[in-house]
C-alpha cells in the first residue's frame, strides 16, 4: 500500500539528512523497533535513496533493559536485543549513518559510544512529525551551540537564579561542556533532531533549586503546578518539599532504588527558539519525547542519574526544564529571567 504520510515526510527528512552531510555513495542504516513509526522508517529510507546514499532499514526485536515504561522517556538505554548481538552492533560500527527511530535511542547505553568510536555519526529522532518539521535545524545553530559551549570551557563557576527563590552556583572544572544542535554532521557525533542546547556534567553543585508554576518534568511530561523547593549538597539532592510534585519526585528518588538518582547530572540551557512551551499539553505522551520542552530558548535544564564523565550508570533519569531563570557563566549572563540573552 502507498503510504502518504511517509511522504509528506520526505521532504523534511532529506533536509535533515543534507544537514546531517549524508553524500552520494554513503552508507545509511535506519534503526527502528517493531514499536517505531513505520512512516518515519520509509521516509529515513527515502530520504537517504535521496542523498544518493546506500541504505539498510533494519529493524531488531523491541525490549529495554531499563526497569520502566519505554514510553519515550529519553533515559536512552538502549534495546536488549542491539546491547546482546555483536553482529546488529557491526552494522551499526559500518555505517557512516545511523538514523535511529527507536522508541528510546542509545544515548545512555554505553555501546553507543563504541560504535561512535567507530566513526559513525547517529541522529536520534523520535518527536511527532509537526514538531520534527516547525524545529527544523538551520546550519547556522551549530556554531551559536559552540560559543555557549566555548564559554562554559573557559569559565570556572555557573550560577543560576530565580525569583521563584532558585539559587545555585555549579563548579565547572572538569564538566566537559557539550552541545546539541538537532543534527550530526562530524564523524562519531551523537545528535538529536530536534534540539538546540548548551549543557556540561559538573559534579559539584550547591544552593537550592525552586521549580516554579509551568517548569516541565520529563519524563513524566507534567507540568509543575505548586512551587518544589530541592536543597543541594555537593551535587546531591538532600532535601525535596512542597505540593504534590515534591511527592512525584520523592517518590521517583525512593522507588528508584539507585544509588544516583538523587545525583545532579547534565544541566544547561535551551536555545531552541521555534520551540513550544505548550507542546507538553496539547500532544499525546506516547506522540512526543518532549525536546520543545527540554531544549525552548531560555530554559535551564537539568537533570539527574546516569553521568557518564563520572562513570555514573543509572536508569533513574530526570530532566527538569525551567522557566525564568537567570544563568550567568562567570561574569556573562547567558539567560536573563529565562529569556536568551542574546536575543
Ligand atoms: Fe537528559
Not at 556554531?143 to 555557549?148: M, Q, S
Not at 537550592?208 to 517548569?215: H, N, R, S, W, Y
Not at 537533570?303 to 525551567?322: F, K, N, Q
Request: negative net charge; glycine residues 10%.
Amino acid at each position: 500500500m502507498f503510504d502518504l504520510s511517509s511522504v509528506d515526510l520526505l521532504d523534511a527528512f532529506t533536509r535533515e539528512l543534507h544537514l546531517c552531510k549524508v553524500r552520494s555513495g554513503e552508507h545509511v542504516v535506519v534503526l527502528s523497533e517493531p514499536g517505531s513509526r513505520g512512516d518515519y522508517v520509509a521516509a529515513a529510507f527515502g530520504a537517504a535513496k535521496a542523498c544518493g546514499a546506500h541504505v539498510i532499514a533494519a529493524t531488531v526485536p523491541g525490549g529495554s533493559p531499563a526497569p520502566m515504561p519505554s514510553t519515550h522517556t529519553g533515559a536512552g538505554p538502549g534495546l536488549v536485543s542491539v546491547l546482546n548481538d555483536s553482529t546488529a552492533q557491526d552494522l551499526l560500527k559500518s555505517a557512516d549513518l545511523v538514523v535511529d527511530l527507536t522508541r528510546e535511542g542509545f544515548i545512555h547505553a554505553p555501546v553507543q559510544q563504541e560504535i561512535l568510536r567507530a566513526g559513525t555519526r547517529i541522529i536520534f529522532v523520535c518527536d511527532a512529525p509537526d514538531v520534527l518539521i516547525r524545529n527544523l535545524p538551520k546550519e547556522g545553530d551549530k556554531a551559536e551551540v559552540l560559543e555557549g559551549v566555548d564559554l562554559l570551557k573557559r569559565s570556572s563557576v555557573m550560577r543560576v537564579t530565580s525569583e521563584a527563590g532558585t539559587d545555585l552556583t555549579v563548579q565547572l572544572a572538569g564538566s566537559k561542556p557539550e552541545f546539541q544542535c538537532g543534527f550530526a554532521d562530524d564523524p562519531g557525533r551523537w545528535d538529536h533532531w530536534p534540539s538546540t542546547m548548551v549543557m556540561c556534567w559538573p559534579e559539584i553543585s550547591d544552593g537550592q533549586i525552586v521549580l516554579a508554576e509551568g517548569d516541565i518534568l520529563l519524563p513524566f511530561k507534567e507540568y509543575v503546578r505548586s512551587p518544589v523547593t530541592l536543597q543541594i549538597s555537593g551535587g546531591h539532592i538532600e532535601k525535596v518539599s512542597g505540593g504534590a510534585e515534591a511527592e512525584l519526585l520523592s517518590t521517583f528518588f525512593e522507588d528508584a532504588r539507585d544509588q544516583w538518582a538523587r545525583s545532579l547530572s547534565h544541566m544547561g540551557w535551551g536555545l531552541m527558539r521555534t520551540a513550544d512551551w505548550f507542546a507538553t499539553a496539547m500532544y499525546g505522551k506516547d506522540d512526543l519525547m518532549g525536546m520543545d520542552a527540554r531544549a525552548f530558548a531560555g530554559n535551564f535544564l537539568w537533570s539527574t542519574g546516569p553521568h557518564p564523565v563520572l562513570g555514573r550508570e543509572s536508569y533513574a533519569h530526570l530532566d527538569i526544564a525551567m522557566r525564568g531563570c537567570t544563568v550567568t557563566v562567570d561574569d556573562v549572563e547567558v539567560v536573563t529571567g529565562g529569556k536568551l540573552t542574546g536575543g
